[in-house]
């Protein structure tokens, strides 16, 4: 089982990372400067314990991957690069190679199976950061995360299992689970928090944007009759890197790095979308939506707003 995995910023460089160090064969697809300086130079992996560069194989993109039986294609870019990135690995990969999705959100999958049959979810529960090319971090060690895996849209297998084995033997946490999309969505809830963190701030400030959030999702979901299993871990506390401690989440990351897009499409976004499909209101969801947006456009830094100009512009219509 070779592990190819597309997308090799925070997540999927921490998990390809993890998979080399345990022994396994990965190749890492990156673009741009970042592919650039593990090509050169190897991936440079940090961890509250270690710090070392790592020599993985490095492609630009799927069509200069030699494609073989038994490999495993890991997804781990955001949301709104999915469907691009499937597109170019269609025109590369074999049609029945696995497509494994360690991304947010509850979409990626149902893009992947469009074009391919062997389509698993990944429920990630793993504080990475990637803001220099070249390197990843993780906040963990020496249990680096939770990975619990299952076939899409439910089910496991041979497959599921061996997935689960992999990535328990390099260092997570994992469980094969037939129900995966119920934790995915768990893991939705606990994700409407990043955008509270690009318009006001990681941590207190944003806490009550964050409660609002995260029951107007859960009243989302229950109207739509989803179940969102609770996402635990036994994992300890995160501790820094580097002298550091982790800046903020994906969404966060996104605009320090400056790409110009950003998830919330994808996390917020999915609730305003079930919200509007089942007849309930989704100010806050929406506004943490259009905020999120119009910033990583505008290429601004996070904290656009305090939290009372954020409730104050809601405007009366969310719940306290």
Partial sequence: ???????????????????????????????????????????????????????????????????????????????????????????????????????????????????????????VVLPAEHLEPGVVQTYMAPVTGTLDVGRYPSGDDETAVALAAAFAGSSFEASARVNVMDYKYGKLLGNLGNAVQVVIAPGEPGREAVRLAREEGAAVLRAAGIKAAEVTSALGSARPVGGHDRLGGSSYQSLRRGTGTIESDYLNGEIVLLGREHGVPTPVNELLRRLANQMAREGRSPGLMTPEEFLAALDGHAPR
């Fill in 1 to 123: 089982m070779r592990f190819i995995v597309y997308g090799a910023g925070a997540i999927g460089g921490v998990i390809g990372a993890r998979l080399f160090q345990g022994g396994h064969d990965v190749t890492l697809i990156a673009r741009g400067a970042h592919y650039e300086a593990i090509r050169d130079h190897g991936l440079r992996f940090e961890t509250p314990d270690e710090s070392v560069t790592l020599p993985i194989p490095v492609a630009a993109r799927p069509a200069d991957v030699k494609f073989a039986e038994g490999d495993v294609v890991l997804l781990a870019m955001k949301t709104q690069d999915t469907a691009a990135a499937l597109a170019e690995l269609s025109a590369a990969a074999p049609p029945d190679v696995v497509v494994v999705s360690a991304q947010n959100g509850v979409e990626n999958e149902r893009l992947a199976l469009r074009l391919f049959p062997r389509v698993y979810g990944v429920c």
